[in-house]
């Protein structure tokens, strides 16, 4: 079964951080760009990073960017999101997504880890 | 930075046709994808590259796109159906999601 499992989530206080990880499985990780996506309480989803198969090329939103780090490790099946420097408008549940293709469709999407950050 | 505009909501009556739109300047040289989210659940791929449905996406569910506006039709519309739809597009090395329609069936 083709599968995503994130973890790491949980509560924060402002300006502290936390690393998330999504574990894939069911299929070839290292030939997939991954995402990945967050939706804060009772809102839209907002794409937040994503990265290249072999994590040579990484891109993120405007809000995030020399706040988060994506990397990979193809050998682990692992994709993870390091944040720091954590803000209340960071709270959100954190979705990883599997790209069909570059730049293409999510089409495979892990049960998402929820980030509060709060004093 | 690009931008994608859906309506709040849409509301439908059991076995009508249910369309939502997302605007985007000139969003038709752009391949639009979309999702269903239920409540409590991660959002599933219903359409991409325009109008391609993944396995297990019933026929009723259907995409098209062309000038600044991608629509997604549900023909015969079910109670399961009811659920915030998002499309979503590619800008300049980003990936944008509209804000979200909340389709209701009366």
């Known amino acids: 079964e083709v599968q995503l499992v994130e973890s790491g989530g949980g509560l924060v206080q402002p300006g502290g951080s936390l690393r998330l990880s999504c574990t894939a499985s069911?299929?070839?990780?290292?030939?997939?760009?991954m995402s990945w996506v967050r939706q804060a309480p009772g809102k839209g989803l907002e794409w937040v990073a994503n990265?290249?198969?072999?994590?040579?090329?990484?891109y993120y939103v405007d809000s995030v960017k020399g706040r988060f780090t994506i990397s990979r490790d193809n050998a682990r099946n692992s994709l993870y999101l390091q944040m720091n420097s954590l803000r209340a408008e960071d709270t959100a549940v954190y979705y990883c997504?599997?790209?069909?293709?570059?730049?293409?469709?999510?089409?495979?999407w892990g049960q998402g880890t929820m980030v509060t950050v709060s004093s | 930075s690009y931008e994608v505009t859906q309506p709040p909501s849409v509301s439908v009556s059991p076995g009508q046709t249910a369309s939502i739109t997302c605007s985007g300047d000139?969003?038709?040289?752009?391949?639009a994808s979309w999702y269903q989210q239920k409540p409590g659940q991660s959002p599933v791929l219903v359409i991409y590259?325009?109008?391609k449905r993944p396995s297990g996406i019933p026929e009723r569910i259907s995409g098209s796109n062309s000038g600044n506006t991608a629509t997604l039709t549900i023909s015969g519309t079910q109670a399961m159906d009811e659920a915030d739809y998002y499309c979503?597009?590619?800008?300049?090395?980003?990936?944008?999601f509209g804000g979200g329609t909340k389709l209701t069936v009366l």
């Open positions: 990265i290249k198969l072999d994590g040579s090329e990484k």
């Open positions: 000139k969003l038709g040289d752009r391949f």
């Open positions: 590259q325009d109008s």
């Open positions: 997504a599997r790209e069909m293709s570059p730049r293409g469709a999510f089409d495979i």
């Open positions: 979503q597009a590619w800008g300049s090395g980003a990936a944008v």
């Open positions: 069911g299929f070839t990780f290292s030939t997939y760009w």
